[in-house]
């Protein structure tokens, strides 16, 4: 390799490269700061500015940038640049969630921005990985990393027991992923995605790769959480500090999404028929357990868990469809999704009494009345997420249904219709302790941050109709 | 002729032994048990070609892995018979999914058929003209780059996580500062005291 063509491949790398360079370059300032407080603000702030800076570079070479690096192990294109856009910014305003929380929390150290940076990078990683190892080794940096900032409040027994079950669980899923790489390695003959859709398109070997593939993507659906995978989602939500959670029920989420699509999309493109199978199950399933399953919480974060198992059910009805239009409305819905929970989350951060943080459904009671402003944003939210017409997750949900209607999937969407009705049940619950019930009590003042964050995503639920109904009519008018 | 036997004598050995590992009563025997599966499997390496490979293998993972296994059982004490007197209740259910999965698995095998061409997809072929070590420096320093530098980072998260989990700074904890030590001088070790006749030191 000369030096040319190094620097070409890592012309197309540069927003991973900000960021590991950068978070070893923190990790160093973290180490030789005198005083842990103040390191911890500024690592903290300088994070935030880092991941800014990566959406705007990812912006900036989108168009301009496309291609293969390292021979063929990582992919560029306008799609995943948006994927990556999406993923540094949503992981901007999980660590703006965090960094108030951390202090009051006497959690404040400089090591959760930078791991938070490295997870990032193993998420930026995943979605451009054109090979089977540059997808395993970003998957497990991102997970390795959220597996300790799941612990990261170590004195809680709750933190630690969530840190743990997710750690077994993931070295379980990472086992299952392996075993199918290599049963794929040895029916393709290599590792790369576009020799695994050469291999894919000859009829002999498929049923090789099908069975390699089966254990694949029951690997990638334990880290979407999507059902029968998901049992961990529920424990590890309520355990993990609040503003982790935060953070995992976003980005990563939309990272192994795109993920699971590239897999599905690129190297097995020509067995569509067969993959297709396996998704429907887990589409269904996750649908069934998320809309049930969040019917019977009582603590807000374990719903959120129930809610985004449901919410993965969904992406993967667009996905089932195989086409471009599915892969396009599944990157739509997980978009409008990460900005609908990053608010739910602010609003639950945003639930600190004088005694400290609370987080049961019932301690939202008469908020409409006590806080207008957080009641009104968490009622938004929660339509939002629920797909409740006529506020932006409809006109998701809306998009990934037509998608799958278009592929002649009627009964899957007919299926995914009828959960959507029972998942709005449970936001019209969490609606109705927030306007009926008599106040339980005030919450302190939100930190500016968090503040800013559920009053801006609450306004896009709004404000983004009209472009989701642009997005929608011009996918209609493409397609038809 | 004999590398078949020795593939099949050293097959053998590394599926018993690793049967060996999960059944065995007794974790340090689980551990010898280890230690044989491994050895078995560094023979492998050796008949496919890959002496580095083997000799890693039994550098660091007999000599340093699992003995670190054998330290930490032997330390921590763990009964696995109580660990493992509820498992008997899922033995019917695992068991019949192992089974199916087995069974998939058998006939998978049997109608095995590889791509066209997949042998000679093959991205390293085991050289002809050069030692093991170079082949696999070129190969990991130069096309799988990202891949090694990929798994650097990987390794720096696990030890950033080791020490975030478990590092606590302790107060009052006295601790050897070698620099104060020497540069100790005589006026602030002796402290010469002029004692008063009749009153002591008080």
């Given at each position: 390799m000369t030096t040319e063509m190094l620097l070409t491949d890592l012309r197309l790398m540069i927003p991973e490269l900000m960021l590991a360079i950068g978070a070893m370059a923190l990790l160093m300032l973290g180490a030789f700061w005198k005083g842990e407080a103040g390191a911890a603000r500024l690592i903290m702030r300088l994070s935030i500015g880092l991941l800014i800076l990566c959406a705007a570079a990812a912006v900036w070479m989108a168009g301009k940038a496309e291609g293969t690096a390292f021979h063929g192990a990582l992919r560029v294109d306008d799609f995943i640049l948006y994927a990556k856009t999406v993923i540094y910014l949503a992981s901007a305003g999980a660590l703006v969630l965090a960094s108030k929380y951390l202090e009051t929390e006497r959690?404040?150290?400089?090591e959760y921005p930078v791991l938070a940076l490295l997870a990032v990078t193993g998420m930026s990683v995943m979605v451009s990985s054109n090979d089977l190892i540059t997808l395993y080794l970003g998957l497990e940096l991102q997970s390795l990393a959220l597996y300790i900032l799941a612990a990261?409040?170590?004195?809680s027994l709750r933190a630690s027991e969530a840190g743990l079950k997710f750690f077994m669980l993931g070295a379980l899923s990472s086992g299952l992923l392996l075993y199918g790489a290599s049963l794929i390695y040895g029916f393709?003959?290599?590792?790369?995605f576009d020799a695994i859709a050469a291999a894919a398109?000859?009829?002999?070997?498929k049923i090789g790769l099908l069975f390699g593939l089966v254990f694949m993507v029951s690997g990638l659906a334990f880290k979407l959480s999507a059902a029968p995978f998901h049992m961990w989602t529920p424990d590890v939500y309520e355990g993990a500090p609040t503003p982790v959670t935060a953070f995992y029920a976003t980005a990563p989420k939309l990272a192994a999404m795109v993920l699971v699509a590239r897999v599905l999309y690129e190297p097995f493109a020509a067995m569509t028929d067969e993959w297709r199978q396996i998704i429907v199950v887990l589409a269904v399933l996750s649908m069934a357990v998320g809309a049930l399953g969040a019917l019977?919480?009582?603590n807000i974060k374990r719903l959120m868990g129930y809610s985004s198992i449901g919410n993965m059910g969904y992406a993967l009805v667009g996905l089932a469809a195989g086409t471009a239009l599915g892969l396009w409305s599944v990157l739509f819905y997980m978009t409008l999704y990460v900005v609908g929970v990053l608010g739910a989350f602010a609003v639950i951060l945003s639930m600190r009494r004088a005694e400290g943080m609370v987080e049961q459904?019932?301690?939202?009671?008469?908020l409409a009345r006590t806080h207008p402003a957080l009641g009104w944003s968490m009622t938004a939210l929660m339509f939002s997420i629920g797909g409740?017409?006529?506020?932006?997750g409809f006109f998701g949900k809306l998009f990934v249904f037509y998608a799958a209607a278009e592929a002649g999937l009627w009964w899957l969407m007919l299926t995914a219709l009828v959960f959507s009705t029972v998942s709005i049940a449970y936001s019209l619950r969490v609606v109705k302790v927030i306007w009926f019930?008599?106040?339980?009590g005030v919450f302190e003042p939100a930190p500016a941050g968090v503040a800013l964050i559920s009053r801006t995503a609450a306004l896009a639920t709004v404000a983004l109709v009209p472009v989701a109904g642009v997005v929608l009519a011009t996918a209609i008018a493409v397609s038809s | 002729m004999l590398p078949a036997a020795a593939f099949y004598i050293l097959a053998a050995s590394a599926v018993i032994s690793a049967f060996m590992v999960v059944t065995a009563r007794n974790p340090v025997r689980a551990v010898l048990f280890l230690i044989v599966t491994f050895f078995s499997a560094a023979g492998l390496f050796v008949l496919l070609g890959a002496e580095f490979l083997a000799m890693i293998l039994v550098i660091?993972?007999?000599?340093a892995v699992a003995v670190l296994f054998l330290f930490v059982v032997m330390m921590l004490d763990i009964d696995f018979a109580t660990l493992k007197a509820g498992s008997t209740g899922y033995l019917p259910l695992g068991g019949l999914i192992a089974l199916v999965l087995a069974a998939q698995l058998a006939l998978v095998g049997l109608a095995w058929v590889s791509a066209d061409g997949a042998a000679l997809q093959?991205?390293?072929?085991?050289?002809?003209?050069?030692h093991n070590i170079a082949a696999l420096g070129a190969l990991i320093y130069d096309r799988y780059v990202l891949f090694f530098q990929l798994a650097g980072l990987v390794l720096l998260v696990a030890m950033m996580g080791a020490i975030v989990l478990t590092l606590r700074h302790r107060d009052g904890v006295k601790r050897q500062d070698m620099h104060r030590q020497v540069n100790r001088t005589r006026a602030e070790a002796v402290d010469v005291i002029d004692v008063k006749r009749g009153e002591g030191i008080g």
């Open positions: 959690l404040a150290k400089f990261f409040n170590r004195d393709a003959g290599a590792t790369g398109s000859e009829d002999g070997a019977m919480q009582s459904i019932d301690d939202l009671k008469g409740m017409p006529f506020l932006v019930d008599e106040p339980a | 660091v993972y007999v000599g093959f991205q390293a072929p085991t050289p002809e003209d050069t």
